[in-house]
């Protein structure tokens, strides 16, 4: 077994994570560990754009992108990091403009920016134009920029290396918790290389997560099929909290029965979102900003215009997205990759067809805790030494319950470069760590479980069968009824799993294996999500509770903090705490669009 020794691990090379290995590795021997060749991450399929108050095309600032950002989180963001946020966006832009970002241009040879759902001017007046883009290929952009100066930086990459245990140096999952304020650190991670098989130890001062999203809990999705939350378990796993875990994004506009994403640059250029009598019903859902309010409502508008009758197609089910009064030229110009998805995928030209579209689960909310700084929080108030997070599979708290568009980009640039700032500096204060006793037993343990279950339960009937209870319980109408069925088949996929097999035993590219593990991973945050929706009776953000439809912020106006702590079967139970929000400037409103 190899041991490599850095100051800082960065696991993920995503946007977030290449964001932080560029700061990082300017300031200490810094690694990236990555399970997938780094411009295969999700970051390259963002297509719509990256917001920042530049105002280079109507006036704007960061105090009205805080309060989008914050109205649109249905008041659950923390205020203070939004506000972070939306100052630095500026700067964000701006450094991938100058390491050579090819951004759409105005005629005056400006950043160009358009209209995305939530982004207004003064407070919700009207649409801005806030989010600066590449076509509709803004994270391919970002992500190919990003590495090439990585490899500029001379990063060093290990790729096809899956991280599959977070090493600390305190047991975290026993019942009994070290003391408030008592030291907690990071040693390193434990990684399966896929080529080989072979399992590597990586020492390191500082550990910073950017793993990404877990859109795969759900059957009909945009995230690609690695997106499988993995340093979202991995915590979870290691006793840490995950926070606001029910807030899952589902995005209006995928592409009917599939899923595959149509950005809301769409309607951003003018598109427009129709039901069967050709209405454009969300006129009457959101009458100052219609197709353009936040993605909850707009998505909740449509599953309602579907559940009353008034879907298209054969089975009534989806409503479409409108782009024919656009000009050909336009649509060409902005929107040419969406545009042909519609086509590959569904063989509608959108020249003069409208597309067929219905929500699909797009973005997690919540995730790790984190701090500003992007350090790793182990309770309400104490953080874990040397251990960060940023990206989708951190919550600051920026989004909230709802993300607007175009602030994931953002989110990731500004926190990942915060997270990559804060490892550099923390390995510079402090030594690495000894690793403890055995730090592989837990890994060499489970894969061979895996490997030499006789006869096991299949990988693929157990995750359809996931995904499809996630798509039929959990989505954007939720009840205590829906999400009572969710759970007991979570609990009971979760006993199935114990006895996991895989037909191939092998140990190079044993891909077979890594999406067994996956699957556990899926298992054990598809548990939380229904949990916290099941404990959270309102109605906020893109947790709609139909049995509870108004939100309630005397009950609720906090985060959730779930943690996994042993149960007496010997499994683990979900227990729930709370997290005060941080507000600074907006009290909570009704929120109207
Ligand atoms: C289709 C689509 C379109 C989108 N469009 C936009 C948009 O226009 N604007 C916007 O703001 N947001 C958009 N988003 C959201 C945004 O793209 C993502 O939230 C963001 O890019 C996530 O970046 P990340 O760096 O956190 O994770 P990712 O880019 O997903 O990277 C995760 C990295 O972690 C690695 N990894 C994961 N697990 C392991 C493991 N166990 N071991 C080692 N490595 C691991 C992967 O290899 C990968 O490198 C879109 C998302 C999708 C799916």
């Given at each position: ?16 994570g290449m964001r932080a290995a560029l700061e990082s ?264 900003i219609k197709d353009l309010a936040p993605r909850d ?69 919540g995730g790790v805790p984190t701090t500003i700084q ?220």
């Amino acid at each position: 077994m190899q041991t490599h020794n850095y100051d800082v691990v960065i696991v993920g090379a995503g946007g977030a994570g290449m964001r932080a290995a560029l700061e990082s590795s300017a300031r200490a021997r810094t690694a990236v560990l990555s399970k997938l060749y780094p411009t295969r991450s999700h970051t390259g399929a963002a297509q719509g754009g990256m917001c920042a108050a530049l105002a280079n095309v109507e006036e704007d600032n960061w105090e009205w992108h805080t309060f989008d950002t914050v109205k649109g989180g249905d008041y659950l963001v923390d205020q203070d990091a939004a506000e972070v946020m939306a100052k630095e966006a500026i700067d964000a832009v701006l450094d991938l403009e100058k390491m050579g970002l090819p951004f759409n241009r105005t005629p005056e040879g400006r950043i160009d920016q358009r209209r995305f759902g939530g982004h207004t001017r003064n407070h919700g007046e009207a649409a801005v134009r806030r989010a600066c883009y590449a076509a509709d290929r803004t994270g391919h952009m970002i992500l190919q920029t990003l590495y090439q100066q990585c490899v500029k930086n001379e990063v060093e990459f290990y790729n096809e290396f899956y991280v599959l245990d977070i090493l600390l140096d305190s047991d975290l999952t026993a019942a009994e918790q070290p003391a408030a304020g008592a030291p907690v650190r990071v040693a390193g991670v434990v990684a399966y290389e896929l080529a080989t098989g072979e399992i590597h130890l990586f020492r390191a001062t500082s550990v910073v997560l950017a793993t990404g999203g877990a859109g795969k809990v759900f059957k009909t999705t945009s995230n690609a099929h690695t997106l499988t939350g993995d340093g979202m378990a991995l915590a979870l796993r290691a006793g840490l909290p995950l926070e606001d875990m029910e807030f899952f994004q589902f995005h209006p506009t995928g592409l009917a029965g599939l899923g595959i994403l149509l950005s809301e640059a769409a309607r951003g250029e003018g598109a427009i979102l129709r039901n069967s009598e050709g209405e454009r019903f969300m006129e009457r859902y959101a009458p100052t900003i219609k197709d353009l309010a936040p993605r909850d409502i707009v998505a909740r508008s449509m599953a309602n215009e579907v559940r009353e009758g008034r879907g298209c197609g054969p089975r009534k089910d989806y409503v479409l997205l409108d782009l024919t009064h656009l000009e050909p030229a336009h649509i060409e110009a902005k929107l040419p990759d969406i545009t042909e998805f519609a086509r590959t995928y569904l063989g509608i030209e959108p020249f003069t067809d409208p597309i067929p579209v219905y929500p699909t689960a797009h973005y997690a909310m919540g995730g790790v805790p984190t701090t500003i700084q992007a350090e790793v929080l182990r309770s309400n108030t104490d953080v874990v030494g040397g251990l960060f997070a940023a990206g989708e599979v951190a919550c600051v708290s920026v989004h909230g319950s709802n993300r607007l568009g175009t602030n994931s980009l953002l989110d990731i640039n500004v926190f990942g470069k915060r997270a990559g700032i804060s490892a550099a500096a923390y390995a510079a204060e402090h030594e690495a760590l000894e690793l403890p006793e055995g730090p592989a037993t837990r890994v060499v343990a489970e894969l061979d479980r895996i490997r030499n279950a006789p006869d096991g339960e299949k990988v693929a009937e157990l995750r359809q069968t996931l995904q499809e209870t996630m798509d039929a319980h959990a989505q954007v109408f939720r009840t205590e009824e829906s999400l009572t069925l969710a759970l007991e088949t979570v609990d009971d996929l979760r006993r199935r799993y114990r006895s996991i097999g895989v037909q191939d035993k092998g140990s190079t590219f044993n891909t077979d294996l890594l999406e067994a593990v996956e699957l556990g991973f899926l298992l054990d945050l598809a548990r939380v999500v229904v949990v916290g929706a099941l404990a959270r009776k309102e109605s906020r953000g893109g947790h709609f509770r139909e049995d509870f439809p108004k939100r309630d912020d005397d009950g609720f106006m906090y985060h959730t903090m779930a943690y996994a702590r042993p149960a007496a079967d010997g499994d683990t139970e979900i227990t729930l705490d709370k997290k005060p929000v941080t507000v600074t400037r907006y009290q909570p409103m009704e929120r109207k669009y």
